[in-house]
């Protein structure tokens, strides 16, 4: 059996996730893809069965480096500023990682290009955000306990911001992160 190339595999994940962004999941091909890596396409084929392997693995990926283990904050903390501290890490993460947060967006937006097993598993809430929304709706603190309309106050809108701005060549300042975080708080704690 041929042993992985590490590199080769990043050169893969690179070229697709450049060219998810500059031409959308349709058009991505793993010829295509091997092609802009420098790599032949049975190298690709090595590592990816086909378009559909190659977005699962890559999605799994995207969502571990963007949304899975973070830091738990300190639970001496209010359960308000626990909740900020993992926006913030949202935040800091999708900032550094402009083509992931693109790809994560056009995936979840287009499940159907991933392998079955993976079509429903596209979240962006994470275990420690979890974790801190348990809490306070167990203290009465949130003003729903719907986890589908907290998600939608306060991560889509940071992802879909971030994507906008991404789309249109512009960044988003510290200032309003922090904004953000605090209309975030605002709008899911009584």
């Not at 977005?55 to 300190?74: A, Y």
Request: avoid cysteine.
């Amino acid at each position: 059996m041929r042993q992985r190339d590490e590199n080769k595999i990043t050169a893969l994940s690179n070229a697709a996730l450049d060219l998810v962004a500059e031409q959308g999941i349709v058009n991505l091909s793993i010829n295509k893809m091997a092609k802009r890596a420098g790599v032949s396409v049975a190298t690709a084929y090595v590592y990816y069965d086909n378009k559909a392997d190659l977005l699962g693995k890559l999605f799994q990926q995207v969502q571990n480096l963007l949304i899975n283990d973070m830091v738990m904050p300190d639970e001496s903390l209010s359960l308000e500023e626990q909740f900020a501290q993992v926006l913030q890490q949202y935040a800091d993460r999708f900032r550094n990682n402009v083509r992931e947060v693109e790809f994560l967006g056009a995936m979840l937006a287009n499940p159907q290009f991933l392998p079955a097993e993976l079509q429903n598993s596209g979240s962006l809430l994470n275990s420690e955000l979890l974790t801190i929304i348990t809490q306070a709706y167990r203290q009465h603190k949130l003003v729903t306990g719907s986890i589908d309309l907290i998600v939608a106050q306060t991560i889509q809108p940071m992802q879909w911001l971030l994507q906008s701005r991404i789309q249109n060549k512009l960044t988003i300042s510290e200032e309003e992160v922090t904004e953000f975080i605090m209309m975030a708080k605002r709008a899911i704690f009584k």
